[in-house]
């Protein structure tokens, strides 16, 4: 990973972890709102490969976990975070073959990203862990995400790529 790429990431998860605290939480959305810093995280682990997905996964599950209200054990996001960037960056070669693949991807890892932090929950035995609470958080939180993918991921996609070191360009 460049000097640059290092620095793009941190400004983008950063902002989006920004962004989430102060404008999308409050909002009286009804479920949970969309997460844009798993948006961010899947953008740049289709852009970088599966070791940076998940190195990426850690910083930015790690973020969220330390964030604002800061509810649940420290380390769960990094968890589920690490998985979808692995996972994201699974279809690495694909994204530019076919934008329904990403829109599938966005839809699955928002999906299994929910049932990964509600099943290590039940797993801690985490009393907030409700079944109505899941299927509406589950719910809302792939909505949202569908919603926002096209404007978030394909400019991460793009701010990526220009991080990118070519050999052939002196």
Known sequence: MTVSRFLLTVLLFLSAAVLQVTVINPMPLPGDGPDLVLLVLIGLSIVSGPTAGVVMGFGAG????????????????????????????????????SPFLVVAVVAGLSAFAVVAYAGIGLFVSDGRVTGELFTTSLMATVLYNLLLAPFVIPAVMVLARRTEVDPTRV
Do not use: I, K, N, T
């Not at 604002?68 to 530019?96: I, K, N, T």
């Open 62 to 97: 790690l973020l969220v976990d330390l964030m604002p209200p800061a509810a649940g054990e420290v380390g769960r996001w990094a968890l589920v975070f690490c998985l979808v960037g692995y996972l994201a960056a699974q279809v690495h070669m694909d994204s530019r073959r």
